[in-house]
T-cell receptor, first 113, second 114 residues
Framework: AQSVTQLDSQVPVFEEAPVELRCNYS??????LFWYVQYPNQGLQLLLK??????LVKGINGFEAEFNKSQTSFHLRKPSVHISDTAEYFC???????????FGKGTLLTVNP | NAGVMQNPRHLVRRRGQEARLRCSPM?????VYWYRQLPEEGLKFMVY????????ESGMPKERFSAEFPKEGPSILRIQQVVRGDSAAYFC????????????FGSGTRLTVV
């Protein structure tokens, strides 16, 4: 079984500041890792995913994440955030069966002017 | 190419009524997954279906909940005799094959039980 821990439930930042949203996972098998974004009252949009290969993954909207196997982490970063990045961000993992996603509880990113 | 379509977007039911949530997968996708998002929680897997088959229902509550994906038409998640604890956002995703990296999520149905 897999589990995902998002260490911060809320992250407030100012516009144009850098941000890091933390995600740790546990799994007994090799994993795929994902970050999704959810804008208010909308569905989930895939930001980026790690399946294999390079541990630095680039996604949409200027986001990137680094897979660290030894620390079982997959932190999401953006060097300069915009007001429009305000949303809930979910880290997810799949392994074993590979069709089922296990999600963290989410991190609410609030970008202030 | 329309995305995953879920309807209704919002659904209000009184305790004891039935709720029927619909999900039309993306064109060419024959694998459908349902997830539930309770307040302050991440999404939790409920069920995985292919056309006319339930593949994995390990996340479905044992009573009152059922799901189907008929040969023709959308996938349906049915909740009988709803209770306040069923209030949540229900998301459907589809994929072209049996894997997690090809998911596309719908916008969800927000069920409120009053």
């Amino acid at each position: 079984a897999q589990s995902v821990t998002q260490l911060d439930s809320q992250v407030p930042v100012f516009e144009e500041a850098p941000v890091e949203l933390r995600c740790n996972y546990s799994s007994s098998v090799s994993v795929y890792l994902f970050w999704y974004v959810q804008y208010p009252n909308q569905g989930l949009q895939l930001l980026l995913k790690y399946l294999s290969g390079s541990t630095l993954v680039k996604g949409i909207n200027g986001f990137e994440a680094e897979f660290n196997k030894s620390q079982t982490s997959f932190h999401l970063r953006k060097p300069s955030v915009h007001i429009s990045d305000t949303a809930e961000y979910f880290c997810a993992v799949s392994g074993g069966s590979n069709y089922k996603l296990t999600f963290g509880k989410g991190t609410l990113l609030t970008v202030n002017p | 190419n329309a995305g995953v379509m879920q309807n209704p977007r919002h659904l209000v039911r009184r305790r004891g009524q039935e709720a029927r949530l619909r999900c039309s997968p993306m064109k060419g996708h024959s694998h459908v997954y349902w997830y539930r998002q309770l307040p302050e929680e991440g999404l939790k897997f409920m069920v995985y279906l292919q056309k006319e088959n339930i593949i994995d229902e390990s996340g479905m509550p044992k009573e009152r909940f059922s799901a189907e994906f008929p040969k023709e038409g959308p996938s349906i998640l049915r909740i009988q005799q709803v209770v306040r604890g069923d209030s949540a956002a229900y998301f459907c995703a589809s994929s072209p094959s049996r894997d997690s990296y090809g998911y596309t999520f719908g916008s969800g149905t927000r069920l409120t039980v009053v």
